[in-house]
């Protein structure tokens, strides 16, 4: 059995979406436990990239491909961990994340999701010109601890202001972490805003999310 | 003037085009701008929702109705610039939000810094144009920001300038302004006084703000440089003629939009590639594969017969020290060298775009001085040559009191004015670097520039239209 966790495992390290589905799907056949596979082959494999990313042995396309392989994976093995109503284990925790409103930026945010992923955590991504509202929603929606805003544009920066008067109109400000990132963002704005967190890197954004939801 | 330098054979170039006949023909791009898509359909181009099938006759007939070069007209005649043939614009950054000061610090950009870098461009020798977004100003509401910038920019120097690209309604505030300011509409239809930046959006698509503004300076016969900035490796593929032939499809069905809507619109070619750091993911643009980008577009424009834009002093430095340095003299003499026309970020930009910086503005212009000197190369008149001179000094003497140098020099030699060039214990003094240096002498310009004046009558006329947008906008 251990051995499907290692091929699992290094079909993630390899960024092969292809292969870690059939894998997956070979756990659901063969009905072997998946919260085991997720746990000692996925986030195996993706943790030993991140680690090797931080040590500049890999790059970020192989991050980011990890962390597709894995999303391909736990697309398959998590409706049926649900379905046992078993615990998934120590998932991180859930982030909503997109670019809001006006603003079609795209590559930060896409490499802070996976950066997120490869931490373990689950990320909800949105895509570009999101509404305060759709941040929101979906968030109600998954249940989500982080609330991701990227801002490129010191015109569109106030996006993620209105994310956080929003959830305050509504009385849902206590219920989510605000992140906010983006080039012309800082640790100035976020705290003018009241966000729960600003990072100037994917990296640090991940570090900082460990620290903020361990309060 | 030095010949041009290709870096591509012509086979080369060639295969580019074609390439990028497929990709616009086989891949098509997305407009999402229902006026643009209509303009195609017109032209009887094939159509899917928003995605636009090109054909090589369609583009190839269209590119050829730019102009090879363009005037754009100044309110100071003197300034006129000819843009495209073995031209060269030197003008300012675009767009940053950042100020980092000499120390360091970073810290937001105002107003006052949009005009502090339009008078320091009008004071330069070097520089030939003030420019557009010099520094966001961050200190005026967004929805007249552009009222402003353009307001200050007439006013702070009378060389050309930059219109809004923000959108359609935008732009024609820009025109309206300009028109105000050069006597009407049809006068600068007949002579374009404004050139304004629209980018795509990588990869293969435009959207509604920039095509709205294109379609708007198109209309009114002013010029816009059509560019795109692919990040090789991320919103390209990691190939770099690959990401070329991406760049230029792009840039191709963006001219023939521009001369599909009013033929013979001043067009320029213009690129700002480069990659995406494979650790990172940020923008490097002080790399050796931005100079190729670079380098290859002056060559692709002269294959299509359109003036090109491209390259600055640009950096991925956060302070002006050595890396500032040698990364910018790189891309900037890339495209000096190469012949691209229109240097937008010639002067000031730290931090791929993020930043402007006083001290970078001041070694930038020197540089700029510097390639403009470099790029006059050799006079080979009987001056230049100084046969006489040689023949009278002989063997064994000096030259140094021969009327001809005394009248060659400042000809033949550029005056360095911020490299130092003393002795070590003059330097040793004050042991000022480049970046103190420059701090001085960028406070020192400021202190003593007159812009010189706008008409008052005229000047009345445009703060009436500015009052007037503002009350409307606001
Ligand atoms: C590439 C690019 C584009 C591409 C975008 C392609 C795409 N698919 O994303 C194109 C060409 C389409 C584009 C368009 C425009 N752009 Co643009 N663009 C850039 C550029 C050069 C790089 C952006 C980038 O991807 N950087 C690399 C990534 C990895 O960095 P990042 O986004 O900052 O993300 C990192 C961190 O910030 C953080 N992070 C990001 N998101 C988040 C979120 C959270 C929650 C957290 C915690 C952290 C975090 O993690 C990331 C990784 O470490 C920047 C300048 C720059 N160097 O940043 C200008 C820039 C942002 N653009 C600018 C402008 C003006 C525009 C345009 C208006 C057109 C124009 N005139 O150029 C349009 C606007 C379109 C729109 N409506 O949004 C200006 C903004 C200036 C300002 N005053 O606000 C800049 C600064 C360039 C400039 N100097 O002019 N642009």
Redesign the interface.
């Given at each position: 059995m251990s051995a499907i966790f290692e091929e699992l495992k290094q079909a993630v390290i390899d960024g092969d979406e292809d292969i870690t589905a059939e894998l997956s799907q070979k756990v659901l056949d063969e009905g072997i436990n998946p919260v085991d596979a997720v746990q000692q082959g996925l986030i195996k494999g993706i943790e030993i990239v991140g680690e090797a990313w931080k040590a500049g042995e890999v790059f970020l396309p192989d991050v980011m491909m990890s962390a597709e392989a894995m999303k391909a994976g736990l697309a398959l093995l998590e409706p049926e961990i649900a379905k046992l109503g078993i615990s998934e284990g120590e998932a991180k925790g859930k982030i909503v994340l997109g670019t809001v409103a006006g603003d079609i930026h795209d590559i930060g945010k896409n490499i802070t999701g996976a950066m997120f992923t490869a931490a373990g955590y689950k990320v909800f991504d949105l895509g570009t010109d999101i509404k305060p509202e759709a941040f929101i929603a979906k968030a109600q929606e998954v249940g989500a601890d982080i609330i991701g805003a990227s801002a490129l544009l010191t015109t569109t920066m106030v996006g993620q202001k209105q994310i956080i008067e929003y959830l305050k109109e509504n009385g849902l400000r206590d219920k989510f972490k605000v992140f906010v990132g983006g080039g012309p963002t800082s640790q100035a704005w976020a705290d003018e805003i009241g966000a729960d967190g600003w990072a100037e890197t994917a990296d640090d954004a991940v570090q900082l999310a460990g620290r903020v939801l361990a309060k | 003037m030095l010949p041009k330098y290709n870096i591509l054979t012509e086979e080369q170039v060639q295969m580019i085009h074609d390439e990028s006949i497929k990709i616009l023909s086989e891949v098509g791009m997305e407009f999402e701008y229902e006026p643009a898509v209509e303009v195609f359909k017109k032209e009887g181009l094939k159509v899917e929702g928003r995605r636009v099938y090109f054909t090589k006759d369609f583009i190839e007939a269209k590119v050829k109705l730019a102009p090879s070069q363009f005037t754009l007209h100044a309110r100071n005649p003197e300034h006129n610039l000819v843009c495209g043939g073995d031209n060269i614009i030197y003008m300012p950054g675009y767009g940053a939000?950042?100020i980092h000061e000499a120390d360091g610090t970073r810290r937001?950009t105002t107003l006052q810094d949009y005009e502090n870098f339009a008078k320091l461009a009008g004071a330069s020798k070097n520089l030939h144009m003030t420019g557009g977004t010099m520094a966001?100003p961050?200190d005026i509401a967004?929805e007249i920001r552009h009222l402003k910038m353009l307001y200050t920019s007439i006013k702070s120097s009378d060389k050309c300038f930059m219109g809004s690209a923000e959108g359609r309604e935008r732009a024609e505030d820009s025109i309206e302004i300009a028109s105000i300011l050069f006597g009407g509409k049809d006068v600068i239809k007949e002579k374009p006084v404004l050139i304004s930046l629209i980018n795509s959006?990588t990869p293969l698509k435009y959207?509604e703000r920039m095509l709205g503004a294109l379609m708007a300076y198109a209309e009114a016969g002013q010029a816009v440089v059509i560019a795109s900035l692919v990040?090789a490796?991320?919103?390209g593929p990691?190939a770099m003629a690959g990401t070329l032939a991406l760049q230029n499809a792009e840039v191709l069905a963006g001219i023939s939009l521009a001369e599909s809507i009013n033929p013979g619109t001043p067009v320029v070619y213009g690129s700002t590639s480069a990659l995406?750091d494979?650790?990172?993911?940020s923008l490097s643009i002080g790399s050796p594969e931005c100079a190729l980008f670079i380098s290859a577009s002056a060559q692709l424009a002269r294959f299509y017969g359109v003036p090109s834009r491209s390259g600055g002093g640009l950096n991925d430095s956060k302070i002006v020290d050595a890396q500032a340095g040698y990364e910018s003299m790189m891309t900037l003499m890339a495209a000096s060298v190469t012949g691209i026309n229109f240097v937008l970020h010639t002067a000031g930009i730290l931090q791929y775009f993020?930043a402007m910086s006083y001290e970078k503005f001041i070694m930038d212009d020197e540089m700029a001085g510097m390639l403009l000197h470099y790029l006059k190369g050799y006079h080979f008149d009987e001056d230049g040559l100084a046969y006489d001179v040689i023949a009278k000094v002989g063997p064994g003497g000096h030259f140094l009191t021969q009327k001809h140098t005394r009248k060659n020099h400042r000809r033949e030699f550029r005056i360095a004015e911020l490299s130092d060039r003393n002795a070590y214990d003059t330097w040793a003094k004050e042991k000022l670097d480049t970046n103190q240096r420059a701090r001085r002498k960028w406070q020192e310009i400021l202190a003593n520039y007159v812009p010189p004046a706008v008409d008052a009558a005229l000047d009345q006329k445009l703060q009436e239209f500015i009052a007037k947008r503002t009350q409307e906008l606001m």
């Open positions: - | 939000p950042f937001k966001e961050q967004d959006l959207d990040m490796g991320s919103t990691a995406s494979m650790h990172s993911g993020m």
